[in-house]
Protein backbone atom coordinates (compact mmCIF):
# COMPACT_ATOMS: atom_id res chain seq x y z
CA UNK A 1 0.00 0.00 0.00
CA UNK A 2 1.49 3.39 -0.56
CA UNK A 3 2.44 5.68 2.15
CA UNK A 4 0.99 9.22 2.35
CA UNK A 5 2.61 11.73 2.73
CA UNK A 6 2.35 14.58 5.71
CA UNK A 7 3.70 17.63 6.56
CA UNK A 8 4.51 17.47 10.00
CA UNK A 9 6.72 20.87 11.13
CA UNK A 10 7.68 22.23 7.71
CA UNK A 11 8.88 18.37 6.72
CA UNK A 12 7.41 16.35 4.07
CA UNK A 13 7.96 12.76 4.92
CA UNK A 14 5.82 9.52 5.07
CA UNK A 15 2.84 8.97 7.21
CA UNK A 16 4.51 5.78 8.22
CA UNK A 17 7.21 8.44 9.58
CA UNK A 18 5.21 10.99 10.94
CA UNK A 19 5.77 10.45 15.23
CA UNK A 20 5.07 12.80 17.85
CA UNK A 21 6.16 13.30 21.50
CA UNK A 22 4.20 11.90 24.27
CA UNK A 23 4.34 15.11 25.98
CA UNK A 24 2.48 16.63 22.82
CA UNK A 25 -0.40 19.18 24.77
CA UNK A 26 -2.79 18.01 21.38
CA UNK A 27 -2.65 14.24 23.12
CA UNK A 28 -2.54 15.31 26.72
CA UNK A 29 -4.75 18.12 26.69
CA UNK A 30 -6.59 18.09 23.75
CA UNK A 31 -4.77 21.34 23.82
CA UNK A 32 -4.98 21.74 20.06
CA UNK A 33 -7.23 23.28 16.79
CA UNK A 34 -7.83 21.60 13.46
CA UNK A 35 -9.76 22.25 10.38
CA UNK A 36 -10.60 20.35 6.87
CA UNK A 37 -11.54 20.39 3.52
CA UNK A 38 -11.92 18.14 0.49
CA UNK A 39 -10.99 17.90 -2.93
CA UNK A 40 -13.28 18.27 -6.25
CA UNK A 41 -12.02 17.22 -9.28
CA UNK A 42 -8.44 17.23 -7.28
CA UNK A 43 -8.78 20.87 -6.20
CA UNK A 44 -9.28 21.92 -2.72
CA UNK A 45 -12.85 23.64 -1.75
CA UNK A 46 -12.69 27.03 -0.71
CA UNK A 47 -9.13 26.10 0.95
CA UNK A 48 -8.73 29.91 1.90
CA UNK A 49 -12.21 30.33 3.59
CA UNK A 50 -11.35 26.86 5.73
CA UNK A 51 -7.50 28.26 6.82
CA UNK A 52 -9.05 31.43 7.70
CA UNK A 53 -11.30 29.58 10.03
CA UNK A 54 -8.16 27.92 11.54
CA UNK A 55 -6.42 30.59 12.03
CA UNK A 56 -9.33 32.48 13.72
CA UNK A 57 -9.25 29.20 16.00
CA UNK A 58 -5.16 29.88 16.12
CA UNK A 59 -5.77 33.45 17.38
CA UNK A 60 -8.25 32.77 20.02
CA UNK A 61 -6.68 30.02 22.03
CA UNK A 62 -2.99 32.37 22.10
CA UNK A 63 -1.38 29.61 19.54
CA UNK A 64 1.29 31.15 17.29
CA UNK A 65 2.86 28.92 14.89
CA UNK A 66 5.14 31.46 12.93
CA UNK A 67 3.29 30.92 9.93
CA UNK A 68 1.53 33.48 7.82
CA UNK A 69 -2.02 31.79 6.53
CA UNK A 70 -0.48 32.16 2.81
CA UNK A 71 2.56 29.88 3.72
CA UNK A 72 0.39 27.42 5.14
CA UNK A 73 -1.85 27.39 2.31
CA UNK A 74 1.77 26.82 -0.03
CA UNK A 75 2.27 23.89 2.62
CA UNK A 76 -1.35 22.53 1.90
CA UNK A 77 -0.99 22.81 -1.37
CA UNK A 78 2.34 21.29 -1.66
CA UNK A 79 0.88 17.66 0.62
CA UNK A 80 -1.79 17.18 -1.72
CA UNK A 81 0.14 18.41 -5.17
CA UNK A 82 2.26 14.78 -3.44
CA UNK A 83 -0.58 12.82 -2.77
CA UNK A 84 -2.72 13.45 -5.64
CA UNK A 85 -1.32 10.63 -7.64
CA UNK A 86 -2.39 7.94 -5.27
CA UNK A 87 -5.99 8.24 -5.86
CA UNK A 88 -7.93 7.93 -9.25
CA UNK A 89 -9.13 10.52 -11.53
CA UNK A 90 -12.88 10.42 -10.17
CA UNK A 91 -12.04 10.21 -6.74
CA UNK A 92 -11.00 12.74 -4.16
CA UNK A 93 -8.75 13.75 -1.05
CA UNK A 94 -9.62 15.07 2.00
CA UNK A 95 -6.74 17.78 3.32
CA UNK A 96 -6.88 17.96 7.10
CA UNK A 97 -5.00 20.64 9.29
CA UNK A 98 -4.03 20.16 13.12
CA UNK A 99 -2.36 22.26 15.20
CA UNK A 100 -1.26 21.83 18.94
CA UNK A 101 0.09 23.79 21.08
CA UNK A 102 2.95 20.96 21.31
CA UNK A 103 5.52 20.81 23.70
CA UNK A 104 7.59 23.58 26.12
CA UNK A 105 10.65 23.18 24.94
CA UNK A 106 10.02 22.20 20.81
CA UNK A 107 6.72 24.96 20.40
CA UNK A 108 3.68 24.33 18.53
CA UNK A 109 2.95 21.58 16.59
CA UNK A 110 1.49 21.45 12.72
CA UNK A 111 0.54 18.48 11.06
CA UNK A 112 -1.10 18.55 7.30
CA UNK A 113 -2.44 15.21 6.11
CA UNK A 114 -4.16 14.21 3.13
CA UNK A 115 -6.08 11.16 2.64
CA UNK A 116 -8.88 9.65 0.14
CA UNK A 117 -12.62 10.73 1.10
CA UNK A 118 -14.25 8.69 3.37
CA UNK A 119 -17.31 7.47 0.99
CA UNK A 120 -18.13 4.18 2.68
CA UNK A 121 -19.07 6.30 6.01
CA UNK A 122 -21.66 7.62 4.16
CA UNK A 123 -22.47 6.72 0.39
CA UNK A 124 -25.32 4.40 1.68
CA UNK A 125 -27.31 7.07 3.42
CA UNK A 126 -27.56 9.08 0.33
CA UNK A 127 -29.99 6.69 -0.65
CA UNK A 128 -32.78 6.80 1.98
CA UNK A 129 -31.25 9.82 4.00
CA UNK A 130 -29.61 9.39 7.64
CA UNK A 131 -31.60 8.61 10.71
CA UNK A 132 -30.50 10.81 13.77
CA UNK A 133 -30.94 10.27 17.19
CA UNK A 134 -30.55 13.09 20.56
CA UNK A 135 -28.19 11.30 22.85
CA UNK A 136 -28.20 11.80 26.56
CA UNK A 137 -24.76 13.80 26.62
CA UNK A 138 -25.08 17.31 25.44
CA UNK A 139 -23.41 19.74 23.35
CA UNK A 140 -20.35 21.64 25.44
CA UNK A 141 -21.91 24.90 26.18
CA UNK A 142 -20.62 28.32 24.73
CA UNK A 143 -20.71 30.04 27.90
CA UNK A 144 -17.73 27.44 28.72
CA UNK A 145 -16.36 27.31 24.82
CA UNK A 146 -17.27 29.54 22.01
CA UNK A 147 -18.33 26.80 19.72
CA UNK A 148 -16.66 28.78 16.42
CA UNK A 149 -13.69 27.41 17.51
CA UNK A 150 -12.63 23.99 16.12
CA UNK A 151 -11.23 22.62 18.96
CA UNK A 152 -9.35 18.90 18.83
CA UNK A 153 -11.42 18.26 21.93
CA UNK A 154 -13.98 15.89 20.71
CA UNK A 155 -14.85 13.58 23.73
CA UNK A 156 -18.51 14.80 23.49
CA UNK A 157 -18.89 14.39 19.53
CA UNK A 158 -17.57 10.83 19.78
CA UNK A 159 -19.46 10.02 22.86
CA UNK A 160 -22.37 11.38 20.91
CA UNK A 161 -21.49 9.02 18.29
CA UNK A 162 -21.67 6.14 20.43
CA UNK A 163 -25.00 6.52 22.67
CA UNK A 164 -26.47 7.77 18.66
CA UNK A 165 -25.62 4.06 17.27
CA UNK A 166 -26.25 1.80 20.49
CA UNK A 167 -30.08 3.66 20.51
CA UNK A 168 -30.36 3.17 17.03
CA UNK A 169 -27.92 1.02 14.87
CA UNK A 170 -26.41 3.61 11.93
CA UNK A 171 -28.10 6.47 13.36
CA UNK A 172 -26.09 9.66 13.98
CA UNK A 173 -26.07 11.96 16.49
CA UNK A 174 -28.53 14.74 17.00
CA UNK A 175 -26.76 17.31 19.85
CA UNK A 176 -28.85 19.84 21.74
CA UNK A 177 -27.68 21.98 24.73
CA UNK A 178 -29.10 21.79 28.22
CA UNK A 179 -31.72 23.44 27.17
CA UNK A 180 -32.78 21.23 24.58
CA UNK A 181 -31.86 23.56 21.86
CA UNK A 182 -29.78 22.16 18.76
CA UNK A 183 -26.65 22.64 17.90
CA UNK A 184 -25.15 20.43 15.41
CA UNK A 185 -24.69 16.41 14.66
CA UNK A 186 -21.36 15.96 16.02
CA UNK A 187 -19.18 15.99 12.54
CA UNK A 188 -21.82 18.20 10.67
CA UNK A 189 -23.67 21.29 10.51
CA UNK A 190 -27.82 20.33 10.50
CA UNK A 191 -30.23 22.52 8.90
CA UNK A 192 -34.72 22.21 7.91
CA UNK A 193 -36.61 23.38 5.90
CA UNK A 194 -40.08 25.34 6.98
CA UNK A 195 -42.37 26.98 5.04
CA UNK A 196 -40.22 27.32 1.84
CA UNK A 197 -37.16 28.71 4.35
CA UNK A 198 -34.18 27.18 5.14
CA UNK A 199 -33.31 27.45 8.80
CA UNK A 200 -29.52 26.90 10.77
CA UNK A 201 -29.18 26.90 14.11
CA UNK A 202 -28.65 30.58 15.86
CA UNK A 203 -25.41 31.63 14.92
CA UNK A 204 -22.47 32.35 18.00
CA UNK A 205 -24.05 28.89 19.08
CA UNK A 206 -22.65 26.51 16.82
CA UNK A 207 -19.50 26.13 14.42
CA UNK A 208 -19.72 28.75 11.57
CA UNK A 209 -19.48 25.84 9.02
CA UNK A 210 -18.08 26.67 5.23
CA UNK A 211 -20.21 23.96 3.83
CA UNK A 212 -23.44 25.26 5.46
CA UNK A 213 -22.40 28.89 4.29
CA UNK A 214 -22.22 27.68 0.60
CA UNK A 215 -25.53 26.01 0.78
CA UNK A 216 -27.03 28.86 2.28
CA UNK A 217 -25.75 31.07 -0.75
CA UNK A 218 -27.05 28.07 -2.89
CA UNK A 219 -30.75 28.32 -1.11
CA UNK A 220 -30.96 32.13 -1.50
CA UNK A 221 -30.36 31.11 -5.19
CA UNK A 222 -33.04 29.51 -5.30
CA UNK A 223 -35.26 31.90 -4.02
CA UNK A 224 -35.48 30.65 -0.19
CA UNK A 225 -35.38 32.43 2.61
CA UNK A 226 -32.10 31.85 4.89
CA UNK A 227 -32.75 32.53 8.69
CA UNK A 228 -30.96 31.68 11.91
CA UNK A 229 -33.22 30.69 14.67
CA UNK A 230 -32.83 28.26 17.80
CA UNK A 231 -34.26 24.82 17.20
CA UNK A 232 -35.20 22.11 19.20
CA UNK A 233 -36.66 18.78 18.25
CA UNK A 234 -40.17 19.58 18.06
CA UNK A 235 -38.83 21.78 15.22
CA UNK A 236 -37.42 19.38 13.15
CA UNK A 237 -40.17 16.97 13.45
CA UNK A 238 -42.73 19.74 12.22
CA UNK A 239 -40.53 20.68 9.68
CA UNK A 240 -40.74 19.85 5.97
CA UNK A 241 -37.70 18.54 5.22
CA UNK A 242 -34.19 18.54 7.39
CA UNK A 243 -30.54 18.20 5.82
CA UNK A 244 -27.15 17.80 6.81
CA UNK A 245 -24.00 19.44 5.96
CA UNK A 246 -19.72 18.77 5.75
CA UNK A 247 -17.34 19.16 4.20
CA UNK A 248 -16.96 15.17 2.62
CA UNK A 249 -20.82 15.01 2.36
CA UNK A 250 -21.74 18.16 1.24
CA UNK A 251 -25.69 18.15 1.53
CA UNK A 252 -27.32 14.88 2.97
CA UNK A 253 -31.17 14.43 4.06
CA UNK A 254 -32.30 13.39 7.13
CA UNK A 255 -34.93 11.04 6.94
CA UNK A 256 -35.86 10.63 11.01
CA UNK A 257 -35.12 11.99 14.61
CA UNK A 258 -35.84 9.40 17.36
CA UNK A 259 -37.15 7.39 15.25
CA UNK A 260 -39.80 9.51 13.83
CA UNK A 261 -40.31 10.15 10.01
CA UNK A 262 -40.11 13.90 8.93
CA UNK A 263 -42.43 14.62 7.08
CA UNK A 264 -43.19 10.70 5.64
CA UNK A 265 -39.65 10.35 5.25
CA UNK A 266 -39.43 10.93 1.67
CA UNK A 267 -36.15 12.02 1.14
CA UNK A 268 -34.98 13.84 -0.40
CA UNK A 269 -37.06 16.57 -0.41
CA UNK A 270 -37.70 19.08 -3.42
CA UNK A 271 -35.70 21.63 -1.67
CA UNK A 272 -33.03 19.37 -0.48
CA UNK A 273 -33.07 17.95 -4.21
CA UNK A 274 -32.90 21.18 -5.64
CA UNK A 275 -29.57 22.22 -3.11
CA UNK A 276 -27.86 18.65 -3.88
CA UNK A 277 -28.14 19.77 -7.31
CA UNK A 278 -27.04 22.97 -7.28
CA UNK A 279 -23.62 21.52 -5.26
CA UNK A 280 -22.91 19.33 -8.25
CA UNK A 281 -23.45 22.33 -10.23
CA UNK A 282 -21.32 24.01 -8.12
CA UNK A 283 -18.15 21.75 -7.96
CA UNK A 284 -18.70 19.97 -11.61
CA UNK A 285 -19.02 16.84 -9.39
CA UNK A 286 -22.22 14.46 -9.02
CA UNK A 287 -20.94 13.61 -5.19
CA UNK A 288 -23.79 11.07 -4.99
CA UNK A 289 -22.37 9.18 -7.87
CA UNK A 290 -18.96 9.62 -6.72
CA UNK A 291 -19.60 8.22 -3.19
CA UNK A 292 -21.68 5.25 -4.90
CA UNK A 293 -19.09 4.40 -7.51
CA UNK A 294 -16.13 4.15 -4.82
CA UNK A 295 -17.84 2.09 -2.55
CA UNK A 296 -19.13 -0.11 -5.36
CA UNK A 297 -15.60 -0.56 -6.65
CA UNK A 298 -14.28 -1.87 -3.16
CA UNK A 299 -16.93 -3.85 -2.45
CA UNK A 300 -16.03 -5.67 -6.26
CA UNK A 301 -12.03 -5.61 -4.98
CA UNK A 302 -11.29 -3.03 -7.78
CA UNK A 303 -7.98 -1.23 -7.37
CA UNK A 304 -8.65 2.65 -6.98
CA UNK A 305 -5.53 3.82 -7.77
CA UNK A 306 -3.36 5.42 -10.11
CA UNK A 307 0.17 3.93 -9.59
Known amino acids: MSDYL ?23 LGDAVFDTTR ?13 TRLYRSLRYVHIDIGLAQA ?9 LAANVHLVAEDD ?3 LTFRVSRGTPTAGATVLITCRPVDFGRFAHLYLNGVELVTPTVRAVSRDIMDPRVKTQSRIVNALAEIQAAEARPGAWPLLCTSRG ?18 VAPKGGRVLAGVTAAVTSELAEGLGCRVEERDLTPYDVLLADEAFI ?3 SICVLSVASLNGVPINGGAVPGPITAQL ?32
Open 6 to 28: VHLNGRLIPESEAHLSIWDRGFT
Open 181 to 198: VITESARASFLIVQDGAV
Open 245 to 247: TST
Open 92 to 94: DLI
Open 39 to 51: TFRHQPFRLNDHL
Open 276 to 307: IQGWQELTGVDYIAQARRHVHRAAHGEAACTS
Open 71 to 79: EFRRAAEEV
